[in-house]
């Protein structure tokens, strides 16, 4: 009996020292719990990532000719993806069916317009533009008529994201000095923001579900991936660093909320990952599982429908396209 509050006590010890970092409970979750066990640390547990011995599924490419293309964003109720591409000269927003069918350009400005992505029902594109002289977001249909202006702000606006309903646009903006997560009506109107860290929070992404939005924050040093309640709140660290130099960027919710998607250099290599999330919005314990293993650069991940695979930007073909991984399996075994 002794022995185990002596345990419970340096447990206590444990949880005070690295309650302020982002990565370090997740790693010592399943030491502690051998520990209480009076086992030893399992090093082939949770915590060791093994590397997979093949992609998670089978990729193809869908926009493949000369020139930087990235961003893609998927529409369901379209089967079209939307994505930027400099291809005609400056970055513009273009579209094409996700069989690789129909490209069309969306955008002809000569300023630079960029992050695309679908509202729910497809009918509309939110993006960043610089053409009224700083970065703002602005709305068009899904065949690009109708541009508006959501936002202008002296500042800078960017990176949108639509919530579930369409309601909502959470994106970026540096209206408060430095880039955090700010909330206002598809409709226009008041702008509400939601993080205060001085540190550079971006490119925010809204859980299915509607309750929690992921995001970039460099406020451990590099960028993590975080989430935060769309009413505000404390934001909980969702996927930390695995090593100092590693940096996990680009979050992507699956259609389900069970699995979120993201880049990561944690294997020395920019590829996709993928980590399964709770009913909550809250990440399980289990590690990542590496989807994309080409030596080339993996990033930018979007999902396709019922969790069934992802399209994402690769240069495995030379420069950055836009390519697609069905998976072999589904992801989550009923």
């Not at 082939?44 to 020139?67: C, W």
Request: charged share 20%.
């Amino acid at each position: 009996m002794l022995n185990f509050y002596k345990k419970i006590i340096l447990i206590a010890i444990i949880l005070l020292i690295t309650s302020s970092s982002c990565g370090r409970i997740d790693i010592l979750t399943p030491a502690i719990i051998g520990f209480l066990k009076g086992e030893e640390e399992d090093t082939t547990g949770p915590t060791e990532q093994t590397p997979p011995i093949e992609e998670l599924g089978a990729v193809s490419v869908i926009v493949e000719r000369p020139g930087y293309d990235s961003e893609p964003n998927y529409s369901p109720a379209l089967e079209t993806v939307v994505f930027q591409s400099e291809a005609a000269g400056s970055m513009n927003i273009w579209r094409i069916s996700i069989n690789g069918t129909g490209l069309t350009r969306l955008t002809t400005s000569l300023k630079e317009e960029t992050v695309p992505v679908w509202s729910p029902t497809g009918q509309t594109i939110a993006f960043t533009s610089d053409s009224l002289g700083n970065q703002d977001i602005w709305l068009m249909s899904s065949v690009g008529s109708n541009m508006r202006a959501l936002t202008m702000d002296t500042a800078n606006d960017l990176m949108p994201d639509f919530s579930p309903d369409g309601a909502l646009v959470a994106f970026t903006s540096e209206r408060s000095g430095n880039p955090d997560i700010w909330i206002m009506p598809a409709a226009g109107g008041t702008a509400t923001r939601l993080t205060f860290e001085d540190a550079r929070d971006f490119r925010p992404r809204w859980s299915p579900n509607g309750n929690r939005i992921a995001f970039v924050s460099n406020r451990n040093g590099h960028n993590e991936i975080w989430t935060i309640p769309v009413t505000g709140g404390t934001p909980e660290c969702a996927i930390p660093l695995v090593g100092a130099a590693s940096e996990n960027d680009m979050p992507a919710w699956s259609p389900s909320g069970n699995f979120l998607a993201f880049t990561s250099n944690r294997s020395g290599n920019w590829d996709i990952w993928i980590k399964e999330f709770d009913i909550n919005g809250r990440p399980r314990v289990l590690p990542p599982v590496q989807a994309s293993l080409d030596n080339r650069s993996d990033t930018g991940p979007a999902w396709l429908g019922d969790d069934g695979g992802i399209i994402f930007v690769s240069t495995r073909g030379g420069d950055p396209d836009i390519w697609r991984m069905d998976f072999f399996e589904p992801l989550m075994k009923k």
